[in-house]
């Protein structure tokens, strides 16, 4: 079965500084990632997906993430954070051309100090 | 913007009782899902169900699990004989096809007395 493990379960910072999250996965085949967003109090909203194509995807809010099919890794990154970014990050996968269900990290808590 | 709404937000019930989470979709999406989070753990998928039955789920959807569209608009999740193991978050998403982004409702927190 298929797992997904995100290295820092909390990451504080301040305002300006970079952020980049890890991501691997363990799965050999055909994969979608996934990088999901929790605002306090809010849903799981997404950030950002790769499918197939350019590796490097640009999600919303200034984020991106990097496909790195060797390492099996899926990086979050921002150049410069907000305070409006503290929030839980979560890595997903879904395996699979008709994989109909995401197999989660266990999310990083990020808290931008202004 | 459509949205993936789900009630009741918190839901306190005795061990042994049942109880049904509800979830309206969004209204175009053709693909269902159940997720739940034990707190301090891992998101993990309970169910999957597409045109009106179960695609896939996990060894965590036992047959004290059960989901249902009643009718055009809900999906419900019905957990027959609550234990204390089963108080957590649970998250109901849905897609317009599988492997493409999930939407998430707000979550039902669930707490088992």
């Known amino acids: 079965a298929q797992s997904v493990s995100q290295h820092n379960h909390h990451v504080i910072l301040s305002e300006a500084a970079s952020l980049e999250l890890g991501c691997n996965y363990s799965y050999g085949g055909t994969v979608n990632l996934f990088w999901y967003v929790q605002y306090p109090g809010q849903h799981l909203q997404l950030l950002l997906k790769?499918?197939?194509?350019?590796?490097l995807v640009k999600g919303i809010k200034g984020f991106e993430a990097e496909f790195i099919k060797s390492k099996f890794s899926f990086n979050l990154r921002k150049p410069s954070v907000q305070w409006s970014d503290t929030a839980e990050y979560f890595c997903a996968v879904n395996v699979g051309a008709a994989g109909n269900k995401l197999t989660f990290g266990g999310g990083t808590r990020v808290l931008v100090k202004p | 913007e459509p949205e993936v709404t789900q009630t009741p937000s918190h839901q306190v019930t005795q061990m042994g009782q049942e109880v049904i989470l509800r979830c309206v979709p969004i209204?175009?999406?053709?693909?269902f899902y159940w997720y739940r989070q034990i707190l301090g753990q891992k998101v993990e998928f309970l169910v999957s169900?597409?045109?009106?039955?179960?695609?896939?789920k996990s060894e965590i959807f036992d047959d004290q699990f059960s989901v249902e569209r009643p009718d055009g608009s809900n999906f419900t999740l019905k957990i027959r004989s609550t234990k204390l193991e089963d108080s957590a978050m649970y998250f109901c998403?849905?897609?317009?096809?599988?492997?493409?982004?999930?939407?998430f409702g707000q979550g039902t927190r669930l707490t088992v007395v």
């Open positions: 169900f597409y045109n009106n039955e179960i695609s896939e």
């Open positions: 998403a849905s897609s317009t096809r599988p492997n493409a982004e999930a939407f």
């Open positions: 209204s175009n999406h053709l693909y």
């Open positions: 790769y499918f197939s194509g350019d590796p």
